[in-house]
Every structure is written in C-alpha cells, then in structure tokens.
C-alpha cells in the first residue's frame, strides 16, 4: 500500500514562499498512470485542490491558485514537491499530498502551514 508523508515549515510569512515535499514509499512516482496531488484545506473550510503532477512530469493545476504554483519531482528522492509564491494569510491550511489525479487513494496525514506577520 503506497505511503506518502507531507513536511515542511509550520510557520511562514506573508510574502515569502512555501515549499513543501512529500515523500512517497510503497510505490514509484514514475510508474506509468502514476499521478501525485497536492490539497489543502483552510479552517472552516472545504478541500481545495492545487494541482498534480503526472509520471510524465506534465504538470496540471486549480485555477485559484494557478500563476503562483509550482509542482516538481524528484525521482531519485521518491518526492514530489510543492511551491507557492506569494505567501499571505488566506494560504494557511493543512496541506495534503495523496496519490491519484482525480480520484485520491491515498493520502498523507497532512501538514499545517500558518502564514504570519
């Protein structure tokens, strides 16, 4: 059963930028049909997809947040990584990574990111 685990900084500033990676165990992130996501969810709110990147390395993203993400891996580590610009408060959530384009099968535990001043 595939495993994956988000980390990253618990606490960023407005304005700065967010890098978050999650690695993957139990299976290989350039398998053929493979697809890796990145989710979040704020308080009190619902999950907001942010986008995934294929086996391939295409890469396909939410339009909330489209212009100031990036998603990227690196294959000899088994984790694909999640950048966004521009921090400000409205991006503090818990950060998910799961596997699965659409459909999400697995999922990590989640991270928190606060963006602060």
């Known amino acids: 059963e595939v495993q994956l685990q988000a980390s990253g900084p618990g606490l960023v500033k407005p304005s700065q930028t967010l890098a978050l990676t999650c690695t993957v165990s139990?299976?290989?992130?350039?398998?053929?049909?493979?697809?890796w996501t990145w989710i979040r969810q704020p308080p009190g709110k619902g999950l907001e997809w942010i986008g995934y990147?294929?086996?391939?390395?295409?890469?396909t993203y939410g339009s909330s947040l489209k212009g100031r993400t990036a998603i990227s891996k690196d294959t000899s580590k088994s984790q694909f990584t999640l950048q966004l610009n521009y921090q400000t408060p409205e991006d503090t959530a818990v950060y998910y990574c799961?596997?699965?384009?659409?459909?999400?099968?697995?999922w990590g535990e989640g991270t928190q990111v606060t963006v602060y001043s």
């Open positions: 799961a596997s699965g384009g659409t459909y999400w099968s697995a």
């Open positions: 139990m299976a290989t992130i350039t398998q053929n049909w493979s697809y």
């Open positions: 990147i294929a086996f391939s390395g295409t890469t």
